[in-house]
């Protein structure tokens, strides 16, 4: 039996946000990138209509993707530096 290996397109959005970290009050910025790839099974795709183009589902899962970085509030674990983790483990 052969195996098919299909690659969808992944659309990446870098973001960063300045943080204070929990463990010494510390301003930083903290980067993270999402990524989704257009492909079937994606929600918003399987909503498009049936005439949409492959331009369009790029589109959507462009606007997706772009949505899931700006709503990101990163969490006291990603705020929080290396050293201030270890630091804090010792207590
Ligand atoms: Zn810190």
Redesign the pocket.
């Known amino acids: 039996m052969d195996t098919y290996t299909t690659r969808f397109l992944e659309v990446k959005v870098h973001t960063q946000r300045r943080v204070e970290?929990p463990?010494?009050g510390?301003k930083?910025t903290v980067r993270r990138t999402f990524c989704q790839t257009v492909n079937p099974y994606h929600p918003e795709v399987k909503a498009l209509p049936l005439t949409a183009t492959y331009d369009d589902a790029h589109d959507m899962v462009r606007e997706s993707v772009r949505r899931e970085a700006e709503d990101w509030v990163p969490s006291d674990y990603e705020a929080?530096?290396v050293?201030?983790v270890e630091e804090r483990a010792g207590l």
């Open positions: 970290c463990g010494c510390k930083r929080r530096h050293a201030c």
